[in-house]
DNA sequence: CGTCGGGTTGATAACTTTCAAATTTCGTGG
DNA sequence: CCACGAAATTTGAAAGTTATCAACCCGACG
């Protein structure tokens, strides 16, 4: 019997209501802990036949590499979040999985989610809905990088994290911690390091938020929300999932 | 019992090896059969309890809109693709669905899939990696938006499209039908249409493709591979799917 | 201390958009 | 079969955004 929640049952029990049966069986699958030091790939593309894992401290990115050195950050992922779950339905990882902190993460083999899923078709739905959600993610980052400016790019990533962040308590309405560096922001938001370091410095001029020493504040929610043409209805409140 | 096969059945079976039981599974979903008509919205953003569709004749585009009208293409689908799977989930639909030609899709109640699963647990491992490929492209995309220029852009997107047509007996290595405007290549590819009618003169005056009356030509596939950056095991072979 | 990885700033270059206008294509009705 | 209007394509010129290059600063760390 434990107090404190691991952040995915708190995620998915805001979604849905967890029998105590599924809450153990939620708590079952974080046997198999392992640690990853930051900074040395988890996953890297091509690899085949890797497991999935939930992020349970810690935060890391998805990430693919071109041939030039460029790189593209998909996602970031923090505690709550899977990570290569498509790596282990296509038996081959398409992306690269960096720690950015040092990682806690709990091993999980393709049979632990079937059996899961057998024995909770309510916890199936939740995972689906909790990989559905990451794809809306993915969409939104590429509506992010296609049509919006840099600045409104900028202020919609640090709002969506910030909802994430709230979703599993690790973030308020005033900040939340953020271990990125101007790189990483760069490399996710399709910009060059300098340019993101242009963009900070104008949403704290704007007095919309700040972002330095990794700690976020956000100064003026309304105002961001209406700089970045954010959805709030996007990840808080996404309809009624079961019914 | 027909002698052509759907695309979708095409597609599955490039990837399982379907018994004649399956292939009838199949077959029975394409009971419910609508048309529809161009530019019209099959599905927008906000609308609740979608059913999915497959495709089975004509083209659409998976798009969303921002405040200020601009709007970026998510992605096309093509004869054999499903329509809003993710909008089943969510009971909300977050995109919206264009068809570009007039369109032939087969209605799909979360039901019917259900049945359908439970009937064939290879049928649901096809389905979902067809899913997972749907995903593995948005990816791509973000990809190609943040970190390729416009050229390499256009070059990468015009072979996924190839291979992806290639797979449902709708292209060759020479070219294919491509009901697309400038303008819808500038929404997907994150550009103006004024810069995507540049860039396909650059490609064609490079001797790389062609892209005029609704046809796509190519000319150079090894160089266009070459320019693209692109991942020839991207599409066409992802590893084997079921061992 | 000396170095090294961020972070910050200015100057310049490159790429892409925007605006405007001409040209071509295509569907429709005469 | 032709004419007409709407839509799509094409091109030039100018403006705007973002990248690149080059310093410089700063705090952490051996």
Redesign the pocket.
């Known amino acids: 019997m434990q107090s404190v929640q691991s952040p995915l049952t708190r995620k998915l029990g805001s979604f849905v209501v967890l029998s105590s049966a599924e809450l153990k069986t939620l708590d079952d699958l974080h046997r198999r802990r392992r640690n990853f030091v930051a900074g040395r790939d988890l996953m890297h593309q091509g690899q085949t036949d890797q497991a999935a894992y939930i992020l349970s401290d810690g935060w890391v990115c998805s990430y693919k590499l071109m041939r030039d050195g460029?790189r593209q950050i998909v996602d970031f992922q923090i505690p709550g979040d899977f990570l290569g779950l498509r790596s282990v339905l296509f038996h081959t990882a398409d992306h690269n999985i960096e720690p950015i902190t040092p990682v806690t993460a709990s091993e999980v083999l393709a049979s632990d989610l079937i059996d899961a899923f057998a024995s909770s078709p309510r916890l199936a739905t939740a995972v689906l809905w909790a990989a559905s959600r990451d794809e809306a993610m993915v969409v939104e980052h590429l509506v992010s990088i296609g049509r919006?400016?840099?600045?409104?790019?900028t202020a919609h990533f640090f709002l969506e994290l910030s909802a994430r962040l709230k979703l599993v308590g690790l973030g308020t309405v005033e900040g939340y911690a953020c271990p990125?560096?101007?790189?990483?922001?760069?490399d996710a938001?399709?910009?060059?390091?300098?340019?993101?370091?242009?963009?900070?410095?104008e949403l704290r001029e704007e007095g919309l938020l700040t972002?330095?020493?990794?700690k976020v504040t956000i100064h003026d929610f309304e105002k961001l929300v209406d700089v970045a043409d954010f959805d709030r209805t996007y990840l808080d409140d996404y309809g009624p999932l079961l019914r």
Request: glycine residues 6%; positive net charge; hydrophobic residues 45%.
């Open positions: 460029k919006r400016s840099a600045l409104e790019r990125l560096s101007q790189y990483m922001l760069a938001l399709g910009l060059s390091a300098v340019h993101v370091n242009r963009v900070l410095r972002f330095q020493k990794g």
